[in-house]
C-alpha cells in the first residue's frame, strides 16, 4: 500500500471518528472533521477546485457549530419558553458541557430551562413543556448535525477522487 492510501485511510478515519462525535456527543465532531479535511488539504496542496470544496465544508462546520442552539431555542421557545430561559440554559449547556462532558450540558441545560420556567411561571407542566421543547431540539440539532457531517465527508470524498 502507497503513502497515498494510507494517508487518504487515516484522513477518513479521523473524519468517521468526527462524525461518531456529533452523535454522541463528546466531541466537537464538524470541527474534527473540518481539521482532517484541512490537514488533507495542506499536504496535497490545495487547487481552486478542491479550496471551493474546503471552503463549503468550511460554511457547513460554521453553520452547523451553532445551529444546535437554534435549533434547541425554537423548539424550547415554540413551547412557551422565554428567551431568558433559553438564554440561561444556553449558559448552563455550555458551562455544563465543559465541566462534566459528555452529557453535562444537556443536563445543565434542560434543568436549567425547567428550574427558570418553573420559578417564573409556578407551573411545573408549563415548564415541563418548554423543557421537552428544548429536549426535542436537541434530538432534531444532533440529526442535522449528522447530517452535516456526513455531506462534509462527501465533499471531502469528492475532492480525493476528482482534485
Request: glycine share 12%.
Amino acid at each position: 500500500m502507497d503513502w497515498h492510501t494510507v494517508f487518504l485511510v487515516i484522513i477518513l478515519g479521523v473524519m468517521l471518528f468526527g462524525l461518531a462525535g456529533l452523535i454522541i456527543p463528546l466531541l466537537p465532531g464538524l470541527l474534527i472533521i473540518w481539521i482532517a479535511a484541512l490537514v488533507y488539504g495542506l499536504v496535497m496542496k490545495f487547487t481552486l477546485g478542491s479550496g471551493v470544496i474546503f471552503g463549503l465544508m468550511t460554511i457547513l462546520m460554521l453553520v452547523g457549530s451553532v445551529i444546535d442552539n437554534v435549533i434547541m431555542g425554537a423548539s424550547a421557545r415554540q413551547q412557551g419558553a422565554s428567551w431568558i430561559a433559553i438564554a440561561i440554559a444556553t449558559i448552563l449547556g455550555i458551562l455544563g458541557s465543559i465541566l462534566f462532558p459528555p452529557f453535562g450540558g444537556l443536563v445543565a441545560a434542560l434543568v436549567g430551562i425547567f428550574a427558570y420556567e418553573f420559578f417564573r411561571l409556578r407551573d411545573w407542566r408549563k415548564a415541563l413543556d418548554s423543557t421537552k421543547g428544548m429536549a426535542l431540539g436537541c434530538g432534531w440539532s444532533t440529526v442535522t448535525r449528522a447530517a452535516m457531517g456526513a455531506l462534509m465527508i462527501g465533499l471531502w470524498i469528492l475532492w480525493a477522487i476528482y482534485f
